[in-house]
T-cell receptor, first 111, second 113 residues
Framework: KNEVEQSPQNLTAQEGEFITINCSYSVGISALHWLQQHPGGGIVSLFMLSSGKKKHGRLIATINIQEKHSSLHITASHPRDSAVYICAVRESGGGADGLTFGKGTHLIIQP | DAGITQSPRHKVTETGTPVTLRCHQTENHRYMYWYRQDPGHGLRLIHYSYGVKDTDKGEVSDGYSVSRSKTEDFLLTLESATSSQTSVYFC????????????FGQGTRLTVV
């Protein structure tokens, strides 16, 4: 079973700061997801990665398959970025049997 | 949201009563999942389905059963609800090549009193 670790667990920053959230996993994967969950809200997939780097607006996600590590970066952070960010992986050859999730990073951006 | 609807969105029930949560999808996806989300644990897989009448257990399946008689509906049943099943329940689907894309429903907040 894959062990997915996220750091930090909690992060408070000022508006405009550059944010980095890290995720490491223990077993080879076919895909890694970064998810966003606002308080009381649903879960939205921000990125799905199997290699390299993806960018969407102010969000950047990278993955290093050899090191079993991924990072989510937020540039020019804004209070609306305040949310829980969750890393989730699908194991290689895992077929239909779901995702394994990290416990999430609770991000607060103060104005 | 890939057309995923969960119902009900909120429910309070008494210990020992049966409860059924429904996940409905509109796009004929094959793979569907039920997860529960609890503080300190993150999301954990309860059951999943890989087709009509094809289901399997996940990490935390004790006390839960599922059914999928139609492609579009995946039902989660708590036969006799307990306080430990108070949680937020999310339905999800996986799509795309290698089933790598994931979409989630809005969640059902269940409180067992």
């Amino acid at each position: 079973k894959n062990e997915v670790e996220q750091s930090p667990q909690n992060l408070t920053a000022q508006e405009g700061e550059f944010i980095t959230i890290n995720c490491s996993y223990s077993v080879g994967i076919s895909a890694l997801h970064w998810l966003q969950q606002h308080p009381g809200g649903g879960i939205v997939s921000l990125f799905m990665l199997s290699s390299g780097k993806k960018k969407h607006g102010r969000l950047i996600a990278t993955i290093n398959i050899q090191e079993k590590h991924s990072s989510l970066h937020i540039t020019a952070s804004h209070p609306r970025d305040s949310a829980v960010y969750i890393c989730a992986v699908r194991e290689s050859g895992g077929g239909a049997d779901g995702l394994t999730f990290g416990k999430g990073t609770h991000l607060i951006i103060q104005p | 949201d890939a057309g995923i609807t969960q119902s009900p969105r909120h429910k309070v029930t008494e210990t020992g009563t049966p409860v059924t949560l429904r996940c409905h999808q509109t796009e004929n996806h094959r793979y569907m999942y039920w997860y529960r989300q609890d503080p300190g644990h993150g999301l954990r897989l309860i059951h999943y389905s890989y087709g009509v009448k094809d289901t399997d257990k996940g990490e935390v399946s004790d006390g839960y059963s599922v059914s999928r008689s139609k492609t579009e509906d995946f039902l989660l049943t708590l036969e006799s609800a307990t306080s430990s099943q108070t949680s937020v329940y999310f339905c999800a689907i996986s799509v795309g090549q290698g089933n790598t894309e994931a979409f989630f429903g809005q969640g059902t907040r269940l409180t067992v009193v």
